[in-house]
């Protein structure tokens, strides 16, 4: 089964500064796709990035990029000049190739200071 | 175009009553999942439906539980019997396709609560 770790619970940034958040995952699988999610107070859940193991290229979406590491079972996601409205909770998720299923971390809150 | 549709927002039922969620899709999207949020954690996936099918249910409980797809109408979520327990937030996704190259959507979610 695969599982996706997250072990920063709790990360602070300030405004315009950059922050990056790590996850890593487990799986037997060879073609896979990741993704981080975002959770604002509003409680929706909104797709930051994908990431598919297959490309070696980082995947980068405006401010947000990850660092794909695929034999270290790696996926940080980086926020680039931190804006007041990126502060949220933030999913890293997992997906087989069938993607019948994500399998979500525990979560990192992300404060961002003025 | 609309995104998946998840009613009510929030739903307050008694201990013992049933407590039934519903989600329409995205237009095009026929796959339909659910996940439950328990307070202070991540989303855990409990049901994978196509129209009229379900596909993946292995994160349904075993009792209480059951979730639809009709070929007309939105997907409901039933929870029979509620219990203290059951208070989380529920969220329907769906994609156009199967597969982790068709993204899953997410609905805002819809806010269960337990007196």
């Known amino acids: 089964a695969q599982t996706v770790t997250q072990s920063q619970p709790e990360m602070s940034v300030q405004e315009a500064e950059t922050v990056t958040l790590s996850c890593t995952y487990d799986?037997?699988?060879?073609?896979?796709?990741l993704f981080w999610y975002k959770q604002p107070p509003s409680r929706q859940m909104i797709l930051v990035i994908r990431?598919?193991?297959?490309?070696?290229q980082n995947a980068t979406e405006n401010r947000f990029s990850v660092n794909f590491q695929k034999a270290a079972k790696s996926f940080s996601l980086k926020i680039s000049d931190s804006q007041l409205g990126d502060a949220a909770m933030y999913f890293c998720?997992?997906?087989?190739?069938?993607?019948?299923?994500?399998?979500f971390g525990a979560g990192t809150i992300l404060r961002v200071k003025s | 175009n609309a995104g998946v549709m998840q009613n009510p927002r929030h739903l307050v039922r008694r201990r013992g009553q049933e407590a039934r969620l519903r989600c329409s899709p995205m237009?095009?999207?026929?796959?339909v999942y659910w996940y439950r949020q328990l307070p202070e954690e991540g989303l855990k996936f409990m049901v994978y439906?196509?129209?009229?099918?379900?596909?993946?249910e292995s994160g349904m409980p075993k009792e209480r539980f059951s979730a639809e797809f009709p070929k007309e109408g939105p997907s409901i979520l039933r929870i029979q019997q509620v219990v203290r327990g059951d208070s989380a937030a529920y969220f329907c996704?769906?994609?156009?396709?199967?597969?982790?190259?068709?993204?899953?959507?997410f609905g805002d979610g819809t806010r269960l609560s337990i007196l």
């Open positions: 439906l196509q129209k009229e099918n379900i596909i993946d």
């Open positions: 237009k095009g999207h026929s796959h």
């Open positions: 990431q598919e193991a297959y490309k070696q």
């Open positions: 998720a997992f997906s087989g190739r069938n993607g019948n299923k994500l399998v």
């Open positions: 996704a769906s994609s156009p396709g199967q597969g982790g190259n068709q993204p899953q959507h």
């Open positions: 799986t037997s699988e060879s073609d896979y796709y």
